[in-house]
């Protein structure tokens, strides 16, 4: 069996390369010394360091130990298509009008982002929100999903099949096109919601 600080590396080493970033660059962000990470290796490393390169990543724990979570269940995205196909779901264009108070900007993906849109839509007694991340010089669009529950000040991302949040993006973004008022929805929505 291999060593859980070896596994922990390799899989801090993968997420850097996922999000374009080098272990170095992460560790002077961090303020770490050059070639801790590697070092962790040979040493067990202290939690609260392991929290930091996870925050900085925007990854869970779980990730970085490559533990593997269950995504959303399928079901549960084919519902969500579905209902906004047959419009049981009303997605609005997040302005800085959005009947929560989290301000998007804050997530760490959109803070490096040059491009982002995202919608919304209530949901019982919270929110799931749809951001797409452009990155114009590689033509290329990512997708994340979040929930954002009264009781959370802060929105949760939900680990999502990105082909069906790209599916979903294109249907939200066409019924947008369509000229569907979200405006007056978006009103709406506040005068429920109240204060």
């Known amino acids: 069996m291999r060593n859980t600080n070896v596994i922990l590396v390799e899989h801090i080493r993968e ?4 999000k374009g970033i080098s272990v170095s660059r992460m560790e002077a962000d961090l303020e ?7 070092r962790w290796t040979k040493m067990s490393p202290t939690f609260d360091r392991v929290l930091e390169v996870a925050r900085y990543l925007d990854v869970s724990l779980d990730d970085l130990l490559g533990r593997t979570r269950k995504k959303t269940s399928s079901k549960f995205q084919k519902r969500v298509i579905e209902a906004t196909e047959k419009k049981e779901i009303w997605w609005i264009p997040y302005t800085n009008r959005a009947p929560f108070e989290y301000p998007l900007a804050q997530l760490k993906m959109i803070r490096t982002a040059m491009e982002w849109e995202a919608y919304y839509c209530r949901f019982g007694n919270g ?4 951001v797409c ?6 033509l290329q669009s990512k997708y994340e999903c979040y929930g954002l529950t009264e009781t959370t000040c802060v ?3 939900l680990h999502v099949n990105e082909e069906d949040l790209a599916e979903l993006w294109d249907l939200i973004e066409k ?3 369509d000229g569907l008022d979200v405006e007056d929805f978006f009103d709406q929505l506040i005068d ?4």
Do not use: Y
Request: net charge negative; proline share 6%.
């Open 127 to 130: 929110f799931f929100i749809v």
């Open 32 to 38: 770490f010394s050059q070639g801790l990470i590697s």
């Open 133 to 138: 991340i452009s990155n114009t010089e590689k």
């Open 155 to 157: 929105p949760v991302r």
């Open 175 to 177: 019924d947008d096109a």
């Open 15 to 18: 997420c850097c390369k996922n």
């Open 192 to 195: 429920d919601v109240g204060p």
